[in-house]
């Protein structure tokens, strides 16, 4: 652990207190949307990641599981539903409706499950 300095301004001391660097990194929607959750829903979650230089590492391991559990979402629900290959072929309409659907249906429940909880 480090020791406190402390400056002078005027007749008080105050601790210089600074948040450990962490790299700048392009955050995704998924991060960007649990980052505005916890702010505005969690904020004392927030300051505590963010002061231990843990929020950046937080929001892209959340992007990183939204993105996986939404893929998986997506293929098991195309198969539930029997989005084909053939239905695309077939009916472009159809299948881009059943498509917008399931895309919906797993980013609410990615929605639930990783970014506001």
Known sequence: ??????????????????????PEVHRGKYASLR????????YGMF????????????????QREAQERMEVLTEQMKAAW?????????DQMAWVQQMNNIRQAAEE???KELIYS
């Open 1 to 22: 652990m480090r020791a406190i300095t402390y400056s002078r301004q005027g007749d008080y001391l105050l601790p210089d207190l600074t948040v450990p660097d962490e």
């Open 35 to 42: 980052q505005n959750y916890l702010k505005k829903y969690r």
């Open 47 to 62: 300051m505590n990641l963010l002061t231990r230089g843990e929020l950046n590492s937080h929001l892209n391991e959340v």
């Open 82 to 90: 029997g989005v084909t290959e053939e239905l695309k072929a077939k």
């Open 109 to 111: 429940i990615v929605m």
